[in-house]
């Protein structure tokens, strides 16, 4: 059976029965349909363990978040949010996948993707950095990402080498939807789906939400709007931390950190690749409309020698010496 039409709450699956006709049969599962194993870890509202469905005897990761607390920490909304953008970004190797969502009289669960591979932020801080090669390899996965999230109509927000995950083969996942920005979808005439324009042309009101302080943009701590640019700020950051070790922008305390970042004011070491450095100039740019887009991002030298598409994710990941 194939899975199809996949429902916010439900997914369907066609079948074919005893006399041979196709049929479609919903399937809600729940926490009956699981064995529960380790822990994988904690976040401030959930905690997500590893899972395996008893029937198929696949491995998930599972993310359980409290009912009370969700409530009484206000986190309705985020939890929403992750959920339906998760069901709009179901068709990516570089997205983490959600299959069912379901509850009962006290948690909520995500079943997602199982990412063995832990965090890119925990392998590059036991290399302290990475080289040229591996540096290209992850950001060309991230990058990819980014511009299906894009398309899709969904501005991440919070995009730090925390949120990207690695699965067995040490390929990108890139996680924590709860903060991301959903552009307003619509359908024209003909049933083609396209996306309100970006945030950052449309007059939209100014969102609470700011991201982590080492990664924010200039946009978001003025105006306080994202745009998709915003990502792309985030992107410059992550490629100098692959290859610097430390983020661009990182002071005492957050106010401070806000202050280089509004500035402009961060250099590379010495060493730092010319064409990395050529690169995250034109993306930590202060104006986001300056900043290069994803289509001269992937043609910049930095980027030599990567193929583009489907080969991106078929790769072996280089060796993380
Ligand atoms: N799909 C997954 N596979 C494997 N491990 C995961 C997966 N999703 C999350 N984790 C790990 O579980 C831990 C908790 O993740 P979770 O997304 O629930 O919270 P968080 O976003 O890390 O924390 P916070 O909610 O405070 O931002 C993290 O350390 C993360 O690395
Ligand atoms: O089944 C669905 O997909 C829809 C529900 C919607 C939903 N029901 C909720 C109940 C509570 Cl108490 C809190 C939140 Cl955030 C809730 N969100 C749901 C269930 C689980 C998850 Cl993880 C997200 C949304």
Redesign the pocket.
Known sequence: EEWQERG???TTRREIDADGRPVVRSIKKGVKDFNFGQTLGEGSYSTVLAAQDKITGKDYAI?V?D??H??KEK??????I??DTLNRLTDHPGVVRLYY???DERS???VLDLCTGGELLGTLKRMSTFDEECARFYAAQILDTIEYMHNRGVIHRDLKPENVLLDENKHVKITDFGTAKLLAERKDQNGYTSFERDSSESSERASSFVGTAEYVSPELLTDKNACKASDLWAFGCIIYQLLAGRPPFKAGNEYQTFQKIVGLQYEFPRGFPEAAKDLVERLLVLEPQRRLTIEHIKNHEFFDGIKWGKSLWSTPAPKLR
């Open positions: 916010a709450a439900v993310k978040l009912k009370r969700i409530i986190k309705v909304k985020y939890v929403n992750e959920r969502t379901f509850q909520l669960y995500f």
